[in-house]
């Protein structure tokens, strides 16, 4: 907008300079008007933009040749002082590659750059055809150019203050998100070696009450079996009931003990709680909100365990590999299997980025969710990255109706 607005007040003063100082204007001048406008306008739109600073050049050597061309040759200045930056290169730095700065020889822009100052020294000394001897007139064009060429310095240096401070913000925001991401990775490691240690505690304490209690309560079952059928047959029914109180108390003793086994088993872990957990694992650590609809009342064990670590990944991989704002998590529960899906709005993943190993990886969540019978799909979709993933309840409700 500033660029627009300096332009249009150089074009406003050049018009008003040239009515007052010659009175109309004539033909040559409307095509001298037409030509800087057309120059200052490829200068901003371009496409090939290492190009655009060689059109205040041309326009220059248009000028030396027609002292018509001279009158606007302030927004002229403009871009070519604007533009100089941007497409010379600094002594003893190096040129970006793919910028488009060393796709031209240096000293063709720097001579485009300050061509513009050959026409107002031949206007100042005489030289040319149709230019005669300097007059006031001539030092009054000298000075609205260099008016043009400071304006043109100035927001040369505005801008490069801005790229300057636009370029540490997002390096700043940068460093701050992957701090973050570190920080949430490192808080997860530690409670995945918290969880862990967890559950191989719990399978210890379920394996020795298993092994040694159990044993020790199936023996007296066994135990007062054997008495309750001694008792009977030598007539002893007041012990032989006793004998069957005993046997009854083990039994339910020993019913309570599997129960116990088993939900240690299970992690004794409540489902909802720890898919919130994983779908949460990056709040405060990334850029982007989660939608959490979670349909399933409760699932296995090891059905959770997967779910998880694929909604614990998916999220991961948002965190670190796209800018997108919102992430959807869904969990529905259907009467044969169980169904996950993580979206994104954050554009598709580049391949390398797609093809990457990312932590678990896209490949080991497939295998994760195929080693208990299910199918995981992940690539783009509707504009965004998405995985999928669906586990057949058949294994489960086979073996005694877990699920």
């Known amino acids: 907008m500033r660029?627009?607005?300096?332009?249009?007040?150089?074009?406003?003063?050049?018009?008003?300079?040239?009515?007052?100082?010659?009175?109309?204007?004539?033909?040559?001048?409307?095509?001298?008007?037409?030509?800087?406008?057309?120059?200052?306008?490829?200068?901003?739109?371009?496409?090939?933009?290492?190009?655009?600073?060689?059109?205040?050049?041309?326009?220059?050597?248009?000028?030396?040749?027609?002292?018509?061309?001279?009158?606007?040759?302030?927004?002229?200045?403009?871009?070519?002082?604007?533009?100089?930056?941007?497409?010379?290169?600094?002594?003893?730095?190096?040129?970006?590659?793919?910028?488009?700065?060393?796709?031209?020889?240096?000293?063709?822009?720097?001579?485009?750059c300050w061509l513009w100052v050959a026409p107002l020294a031949m206007r100042l000394f005489g030289l040319g055809a149709d230019r005669g001897q300097a007059g006031p007139d001539s030092y009054l064009i000298v000075v609205v150019v260099a008016v043009g060429a400071l304006l043109g310095e100035s927001a040369r240096r505005c801008d490069a203050l801005a790229d300057g401070?636009?370029?540490?913000?997002?390096?700043?925001?940068?460093?701050?998100?992957?701090?973050?991401?570190?920080?949430?990775?490192?808080?997860?490691?530690?409670?995945?070696?918290?969880?862990?240690?967890?559950?191989?505690?719990?399978?210890?304490?379920?394996?020795?009450?298993?092994?040694?209690?159990?044993?020790?309560?199936?023996?007296?079952?066994?135990?007062a079996e054997a008495g309750r059928l001694v008792a009977e047959a030598g007539g002893a029914h007041d012990a032989a009931r006793g004998f069957a109180q005993i046997h009854d108390t083990a039994d339910q003793a020993m019913t309570m003990i599997r129960r116990s086994v088993h939900d240690l088993e299970d992690n004794g872990t409540d489902f909802a709680a720890q898919i919130h957990a994983a779908a949460h694992a990056f709040d405060g650590a990334a850029d982007f909100d989660v939608r959490l609809r979670n349909d399933i009342r409760t699932a296995p064990a090891p059905v959770a365990r997967c779910l998880a670590a694929v909604i614990?990944?998916?999220?991961?991989?948002?965190?670190?590999?796209?800018?997108?704002?919102?992430?959807?998590?869904?969990?529905?529960?259907?009467?044969?299997?169980?169904?996950?899906?993580?979206?994104?709005d954050g554009g598709r993943m580049p391949h390398a980025a797609a093809t990457a190993p990312r932590g678990m990886g896209l490949a080991d969540i497939e295998a994760r969710v195929r080693a208990l019978g299910g199918t995981a799909l992940c690539g783009p979709f509707n504009d965004g990255w998405r995985v999928f993933a669906s586990i057949p309840k058949t294994p489960w409700t086979a073996e005694g109706g877990r699920a």
Not at 319 to 326: C, R, V
């Open 312 to 344: 614990r990944e998916a999220v991961s991989n948002v965190a670190h590999h796209s800018d997108a704002a919102q992430v959807s998590v869904l969990l529905h529960e259907f009467p044969a299997f169980w169904q996950l899906t993580v979206q994104d």
């Open 3 to 112: 660029t627009l607005l300096d332009k249009a007040v150089l074009f406003a003063l050049c018009l008003i300079l040239h009515i007052t100082l010659t009175g109309d204007m004539r033909p040559g001048s409307v095509v001298a008007l037409l030509a800087a406008v057309c120059c200052t306008s490829l200068c901003e739109w371009l496409p090939a933009a290492r190009l655009r600073p060689l059109m205040p050049g041309c326009y220059a050597v248009m000028a030396c040749l027609s002292a018509e061309f001279l009158w606007f040759l302030p927004p002229i200045a403009y871009d070519a002082m604007r533009l100089r930056p941007l497409r010379l290169v600094r002594a003893g730095a190096s040129p970006v590659r793919g910028s488009g700065a060393d796709e031209l020889p240096r000293w063709m822009m720097a001579v485009s």
């Open 165 to 223: 401070r636009t370029r540490i913000e997002d390096e700043s925001r940068d460093m701050l998100r992957r701090y973050r991401i570190r920080l949430a990775d490192g808080s997860e490691e530690r409670a995945a070696a918290i969880h862990t240690a967890t559950v191989n505690e719990r399978t210890r304490i379920a394996r020795d009450i298993h092994d040694n209690v159990g044993h020790l309560l199936t023996r007296a079952i066994m135990q």
